[in-house]
């Protein structure tokens, strides 16, 4: 079994619809959480963070993370076309960055 | 501007081939590290490195090979060895600190 479950996909929205992302994991000496937006043949880039558990908001994109169920979600609102990418959950259980767990990434559609 | 370079973008290799993918950063990070990608999936670590002159193996180091002799690069040698190496291969290096800066990506295509 994955440390990182990530909800597969892929998800097709219309814009303004509010989406969720959603990754499990089994590991509970994770801490830090993140959220990578990746577009099509290109790298990955930080989108949000969160330290242990509680929420994040950053404009229309919201982090949560509830590490007594060891789910993270993140929420995007008023969803627009330029959102559609894949988005990949990463932690680690310090601050040795690059030396996450990713999920294996959810792939979404915003439909104009 | 800071950050990672890749190269080549695309690159194409033979059976039986060593192929070598650069990796350059001026971000002034000591660590870097290698990840593979393939559809569908997420992020494997092949190797990373914390230090000059230093590199641990990650999940899937087998049929892989790196070196560490500037702080500013790190390239990858994909050998003959790697049975299936076509795939998306991406950089990245990190201050240490929660966020990993990753570039652009090669893609390797077995021909």
């Known amino acids: 079994q994955k440390e990182v479950e990530q909800d597969p996909g892929p998800l097709s929205v219309p814009e303004g619809a509010i989406v969720s992302l959603n990754c499990t994991y089994s590991?509970?000496?994770?801490?830090?959480f993140m959220w990578y937006r990746q577009y099509s043949r290109k790298g990955p880039e930080l989108l949000m963070y969160?330290?242990?558990?509680g929420n994040k908001e950053d404009g229309r994109f919201t982090a949560q993370v509830d590490k007594s169920s060891k789910y993270i979600s993140l929420f995007i609102r008023d969803s627009q076309p330029s959102d559609s990418a894949t988005y990949l959950c990463?932690?680690?259980?310090?601050?040795?960055?690059?030396?996450?767990?990713f999920g294996d990434g959810t792939t979404l559609t915003v439909k104009p | 501007d800071g950050g990672i370079t890749q190269s080549p973008k695309y690159l194409f290799r033979k059976e039986g081939q060593n192929v070598t993918l650069s990796c350059e950063q001026n971000?002034?990070?000591?660590?870097m590290y290698w990840y593979r990608q393939d559809p569908g999936q997420g992020l494997r670590l092949i190797y990373y490195?914390?230090?000059?002159?230093?590199?641990q193996k990650g999940d899937i180091a087998e049929g892989y090979s790196v070196s560490r002799e500037k702080k500013e690069s790190f390239p990858l040698t994909v050998t003959s060895a790697q049975k299936n190496p076509t795939a998306f291969y991406l950089c990245?290096?990190?201050?240490?600190?929660?966020?990993?800066?990753f570039g652009q990506g090669t893609r390797l295509t077995v021909v």
């Open positions: 990245a290096s990190s201050a240490g600190i929660y966020e990993a800066f």
């Open positions: 590991n509970s000496a994770f801490q830090y």
């Open positions: 969160t330290y242990s558990s």
């Open positions: 990463a932690m680690t259980p310090n601050t040795n960055a690059g030396k996450s767990t």
């Open positions: 971000l002034n990070h000591d660590a």
């Open positions: 490195s914390q230090i000059v002159n230093d590199f």
